[in-house]
């Protein structure tokens, strides 16, 4: 085992993990299946014998007794909370130590900062799913890649080439600086969050600049409201892929040719928590929602088993028809933490609200926040051109702020009012405010929470 940390980029692993990626991509079910098991069986086994948390919480019967996905429910979940509270040796398989592997950090929009530590090995892995998500999504060697994020990157060998150029666009910048570094680049391969890609188009936009360099648009993270979506793309004139991925456990699923979003069920073992407290695979046979478990197959430094990544997955069969068959993740929807409370002490997943809101064409950019139980102020962002829009008359903005008795909610004179009542309609109880904004503000990860409990301010 190759425990030490290289200080560049490695290539050689990484080819060969794109090499197996791309030969699994369109494999049979069975094949599938079995390549899924054999790794499965060898971390279930490496973290009981290895890594002292597992050895405390897995008996050496179980993990000899263990077969395959089935067998998944013997073991217990991962909590981020673990992460969070232990000791990284704890967690650490033999042999791996803060000194050999490398930290991810995801200051977490659940407000758990957790970090969580690779080997080269795992690196070698995480490099080649990254590039597959790109060269999947179209990237082609001449391409000139934006991303879009806080944090800077790795530079690959590659680039000395003048191979896949890669340009960091800063989120953390003011917009002017985001603009000014974006066309500075002229990308024609955008990744990032979606509203940081949204404000920059926008932006452009509003210049009168006509971006046409673009040809890939690849999107992660959250979700972006159908107007902003085909503002975006229809401004660029760039095809649009997504993948849903995290720090922890990197790609969960990539969008196919169709745009439907296959689980990378060669690289991860996914199970849902339904909300009865049964867990069921998800395994492409049936529809199910619930609290994602993930099981990452390539986590040979800090295994990551059954690990409660805290998101709420709709599942789909496997009958995308593209050759693919893996199954299809139909909705990801926020952080499970995320559940508004109604005066009567109810919580429900509040995520459903936003359908109601992005239902508007107006509505460019959106955010739910619940103050306190009964409660929600909805924050919208309307595309220019619509009514109210870049205004910025905040007292015009605000809408149904508990208007009793009124037929103000009835026809609606204004698209705040209509989504007021569109929200009532959907929450019947509920003090509903909506509030037309000129921004959003994203947490510190970069991201938007669309759905957001916050304590009232005192
Ligand atoms: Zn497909």
């Given at each position: 085992m190759n425990s030490a940390l290289a200080p560049v980029m490695r290539l050689v692993p990484v080819l060969r993990n794109l090499v197996r990626t791309h030969r699994l991509e369109r494999a049979s079910p069975e094949r599938l299946d079995a390549e899924r098991r054999r790794l499965l069986v060898r971390l279930v086994r490496h973290a009981q014998a290895d890594v002292p948390r597992y050895r405390e919480l897995i008996a050496p019967e179980t993990a000899a007794a263990f077969r395959g996905p089935e067998d998944l429910p013997s073991l217990p979940t991962l909590d981020r909370a673990e992460f969070h509270d232990r000791a990284p040796e704890e967690l650490l398989a033999a042999g791996f130590t803060t000194a050999n592997t490398k930290a991810g950090t995801t200051s977490g929009s659940s407000g758990i900062p957790i970090t969580i530590r690779n080997s080269e090995h795992d690196l070698g892995y995480l490099r080649a799913s990254y590039l597959y998500d790109m060269l999947a999504s179209g990237l082609r060697p001449w391409d000139r890649m934006a991303y879009f994020r806080v944090t800077p990157f790795l530079r690959h060998p590659l680039e000395r080439f003048g191979l896949l150029r890669t340009f960091h666009i800063d989120t953390s910048t003011t917009l002017d600086d985001q603009v000014e570094a974006f066309l500075a680049a002229r990308p024609t391969f955008l990744v990032g969050f979606p509203h940081v890609i949204a404000s920059v188009v926008e932006e452009l936009e509003r210049r009168g600049v006509r971006y046409g360099a673009a040809r890939r648009v690849l999107f992660g993270g959250e979700r972006l409201t159908p107007t902003a979506r085909a503002r975006v793309l229809g401004h660029l004139g760039a095809r649009c892929h997504e993948v849903y991925a995290s720090v922890e456990v990197f790609t969960i699923a990539r969008t196919c040719r169709r745009g439907a979003l296959h689980l990378r069920a060669a690289d991860v073992v996914v199970e849902l928590e339904q909300d009865d407290g049964s867990v069921v695979p998800a395994d492409g046979t049936r529809e199910a929602e619930g609290e994602i478990l993930v099981t990452?197959?390539?986590?040979?430094?800090m295994p990551l088993i059954r690990y409660r990544l805290g998101d709420r997955v709709a599942v789909g069969p496997a009958d995308c028809g593209c050759g693919r068959h893996t199954p299809v993740v139909l909705r990801v929807q926020?952080?499970?933490?995320?559940r508004f409370r109604g005066v009567d002490g109810r919580e429900f997943y509040a995520d459903f609200l936003t359908y109601a809101v992005q239902d508007f064409a107006e509505v460019s950019r959106m955010q739910l926040v619940q103050e306190r139980p009964g409660q929600v102020t909805v924050r919208v962002v309307l595309a220019?051109?619509?009514?109210?829009?870049?205004?910025?008359?905040a007292g015009s903005g605000v809408a149904g702020s508990g208007v009793a008795g009124s037929d103000a909610a009835e026809a609606g004179t204004t698209v705040t009012e209509r989504i007021a009542a569109a929200v009532r309609e959907a929450v019947p109880g509920f003090d509903v405010r909506v509030e037309a904004v000129r921004s959003i503000a994203p947490e510190a990860n970069g991201k938007i929470r669309i759905v957001k409990v916050e304590a009232p301010a005192r």
């Amino acid at each position: 085992m190759n425990s030490a940390l290289a200080p560049v980029m490695r290539l050689v692993p990484v080819l060969r993990n794109l090499v197996r990626t791309h030969r699994l991509e369109r494999a049979s079910p069975e094949r599938l299946d079995a390549e899924r098991r054999r790794l499965l069986v060898r971390l279930v086994r490496h973290a009981q014998a290895d890594v002292p948390r597992y050895r405390e919480l897995i008996a050496p019967e179980t993990a000899a007794a263990f077969r395959g996905p089935e067998d998944l429910p013997s073991l217990p979940t991962l909590d981020r909370a673990e992460f969070h509270d232990r000791a990284p040796e704890e967690l650490l398989a033999a042999g791996f130590t803060t000194a050999n592997t490398k930290a991810g950090t995801t200051s977490g929009s659940s407000g758990i900062p957790i970090t969580i530590r690779n080997s080269e090995h795992d690196l070698g892995y995480l490099r080649a799913s990254y590039l597959y998500d790109m060269l999947a999504s179209g990237l082609r060697p001449w391409d000139r890649m934006a991303y879009f994020r806080v944090t800077p990157f790795l530079r690959h060998p590659l680039e000395r080439f003048g191979l896949l150029r890669t340009f960091h666009i800063d989120t953390s910048t003011t917009l002017d600086d985001q603009v000014e570094a974006f066309l500075a680049a002229r990308p024609t391969f955008l990744v990032g969050f979606p509203h940081v890609i949204a404000s920059v188009v926008e932006e452009l936009e509003r210049r009168g600049v006509r971006y046409g360099a673009a040809r890939r648009v690849l999107f992660g993270g959250e979700r972006l409201t159908p107007t902003a979506r085909a503002r975006v793309l229809g401004h660029l004139g760039a095809r649009c892929h997504e993948v849903y991925a995290s720090v922890e456990v990197f790609t969960i699923a990539r969008t196919c040719r169709r745009g439907a979003l296959h689980l990378r069920a060669a690289d991860v073992v996914v199970e849902l928590e339904q909300d009865d407290g049964s867990v069921v695979p998800a395994d492409g046979t049936r529809e199910a929602e619930g609290e994602i478990l993930v099981t990452r197959l390539h986590s040979e430094a800090m295994p990551l088993i059954r690990y409660r990544l805290g998101d709420r997955v709709a599942v789909g069969p496997a009958d995308c028809g593209c050759g693919r068959h893996t199954p299809v993740v139909l909705r990801v929807q926020g952080r499970s933490q995320d559940r508004f409370r109604g005066v009567d002490g109810r919580e429900f997943y509040a995520d459903f609200l936003t359908y109601a809101v992005q239902d508007f064409a107006e509505v460019s950019r959106m955010q739910l926040v619940q103050e306190r139980p009964g409660q929600v102020t909805v924050r919208v962002v309307l595309a220019a051109g619509s009514e109210l829009a870049g205004s910025g008359v905040a007292g015009s903005g605000v809408a149904g702020s508990g208007v009793a008795g009124s037929d103000a909610a009835e026809a609606g004179t204004t698209v705040t009012e209509r989504i007021a009542a569109a929200v009532r309609e959907a929450v019947p109880g509920f003090d509903v405010r909506v509030e037309a904004v000129r921004s959003i503000a994203p947490e510190a990860n970069g991201k938007i929470r669309i759905v957001k409990v916050e304590a009232p301010a005192r």
